[in-house]
């Protein structure tokens, strides 16, 4: 079973900054918090991934709480091609844990 | 540098018919994972290999479903007999090893139709 929980979709308006939270209240101290999406009719796609700072990159930001029991995703300037469904996946360091394992994501609305 | 290449794109066929689907990865990357998404729910996986070995194959099922990855590069997913409830996107990723966090590359799918 999926380690993390999403609201199911969540709406946005185009150009404004959409913010996709994500809860992960079991999360070990050695996991990491990985955010994919999957547009229509493709494969999902690597966005960022972080462990306890907050992360940025060209995409999107990170978020993490301080009690890491949670983060947010955030897309500074949202456009019709973020409409997509959003996942947020925790991600163990050995072997055994290595498994990517995606819940049901957040279904991403973006609105002209 | 080139994506993960599947192919099919998509295929119908008949309950009982076998199918097979191809993956290339991408150049380099040891680990192979092939998904199984089923309409409205996220990718599961079905089997994990490193190099041309078997990392877990705890969620494939082993009476009608066989994979393997020859030389390590390609791989195959085969459904022997398919059933109605087979009908999915089945996705292949792919990562580097050496960088036990990097993430995984998907290619974009076959999507399975058993009538």
């Known amino acids: 079973d999926a380690k993390t929980t999403q609201p199911p979709s969540m709406d946005c308006a185009e150009g404004r900054a959409a913010n996709l939270p994500c809860n992960h209240s079991t999360i070990s101290g050695n996991e990491y918090v990985y955010w994919y999406r999957q547009i229509h009719s493709q494969g999902p796609q690597y966005i960022i991934h972080?462990?306890?700072n907050n992360e940025t990159n060209e995409m999107a930001s990170l978020i993490i709480t301080e009690d890491r029991k949670s983060s947010t995703l955030i897309l500074p300037h949202a456009t019709l091609r973020d409409t997509a469904v959003y996942y947020c996946i925790v991600r163990g360091p050995t072997n055994r844990d290595d498994k990517i394992i995606f819940g049901k994501g957040t279904r991403l609305h973006i609105l002209p | 540098e080139a994506g993960v290449a599947q192919s099919p794109r998509y295929k119908i066929i008949e309950k009982r018919q076998s199918v097979a689907f191809w993956c290339n990865p991408i150049?380099?990357?040891?680990?192979l994972y092939w998904y199984q998404q089923i309409l409205g729910q996220g990718p599961k996986l079905l089997i994990q290999f490193q190099n041309n070995g078997v990392v877990d194959d705890s969620q494939l099922p082993k009476d009608r479903f066989s994979a393997e990855r020859l030389k390590g590069v390609d791989s195959t997913l085969k459904i022997q007999p398919a059933k109605l409830e087979d009908s999915a996107v089945y996705l292949c990723?792919?990562?580097?090893?050496?960088?036990?966090?990097?993430?995984?590359?998907f290619g974009n799918g076959t999507r399975l139709t058993v009538t």
């Open positions: 150049s380099g990357h040891a680990t």
């Open positions: 990723a792919s990562s580097f090893f050496q960088h036990r966090y990097s993430p995984l590359h």
């Open positions: 972080g462990l306890k």
